[in-house]
């Protein structure tokens, strides 16, 4: 998918592609924080957290994704070359419980309630495939704001029930009790179709806008649960012209998230 544009001043191609939509996405799920840590987990969701820092949210606290505070907002995975902080692995613990954090985390699988799957696929007692554990996702969801990315939306992802509820959504949070339900925000979903989030009825998924050459129906084709949709669903925006020069000149050079969006 690429959708033509004018050239920029510099001479860049300003052709849009599906990554860079999904970039400007998931910037602008961070852009409303304020000075809060982000923490994303992959690559497209450390690209599109860089953009929001050098754009919609300059406030917003990034690290090396290994033990440093970063000032500066170097390429995907060049070393910064301004640090302004240190922060061990046991240190982000302590930001976890206090809650001035966003996390956007990848997900296996994400159902209709908005628990996500990062476990296991299959019966829990004898799972057809193990995948990376819990890890941090509960603890995440109900200390911290927390969205997921899927570069590959599909009913095998997003479906009825998850397998193993490893990111609590708001309604199991709700059940939960107080403890549980307080700090609990799935914020968005952001696949390589659309954005959602849990606006639903009782909380469930809800589609807030559909990429540049996708359809509705696209959309809920690839869904496996019933989605809900609203009357009026626009389409996601279009990076801006600097916007694209950032994330192709500065932040994404090599075109590495091609390999999770590919071009075509």
């Known amino acids: 998918m690429s959708v033509s544009t ?7 191609d300003a052709t849009v592609t599906r990554a860079d939509v999904c970039a400007a996405a998931i910037a602008d799920a961070f852009k409303d924080d304020g000075e809060i840590f982000a923490s994303p987990m992959g690559l497209l969701p450390m690209l599109g957290v860089r953009l929001a820092k050098l754009t919609s949210n300059p406030d917003l606290v990034i690290s090396d994704g290994e033990s440093l505070f970063l000032a500066g907002v170097p390429p995907l995975f060049a070393k910064g070359d301004v640090v302004e902080g240190w922060i061990p692995f046991r240190k982000v613990f302590d930001v976890v419980a206090y809650g001035k954090r966003h996390v956007m985390m990848g997900a296996t699988q994400v159902d209709r309630d908005g628990n996500q799957n990062i476990s296991a696929i299959g019966d829990f007692a004898q799972p057809k495939r193990q995948l990376l ?3 941090g996702a509960p603890g995440n969801t109900v200390n911290n704001r927390t969205s997921y990315w899927v570069p590959r939306h599909s009913p095998r992802v997003f479906v009825e029930q998850v397998d193993v509820v490893s990111g609590v959504g708001p309604r199991r949070a709700k059940a939960a009790g107080a ?9 968005r979903i952001v696949s390589n179709l659309g954005v959602f989030d849990v606006g ?4 469930t998924v809800r589609l807030l806008s559909v990429h540049p050459g996708v359809s509705v129906d696209d959309v809920v084709t690839q869904t496996g649960f019933e989605l809900v949709v609203p009357d009026d669903v626009p389409t996601s925006r279009e990076p801006t012209t600097e916007e694209l020069i950032l994330i192709r000149e500065m932040l ?3 075109g590495l998230r091609f390999k999770e969006v590919p071009s075509d």
């Not at 403890?179 to 914020?187: F, K, L």
């Open 6 to 12: 004018p050239s920029t001043s510099s001479g860049t």
């Open 133 to 135: 554990g819990s890890r």
């Open 179 to 187: 403890a549980a339900a307080r700090y609990n925000d799935i914020h």
């Open 200 to 203: 639903g009825p009782d909380d």
């Open 252 to 254: 994404d050079p090599k």
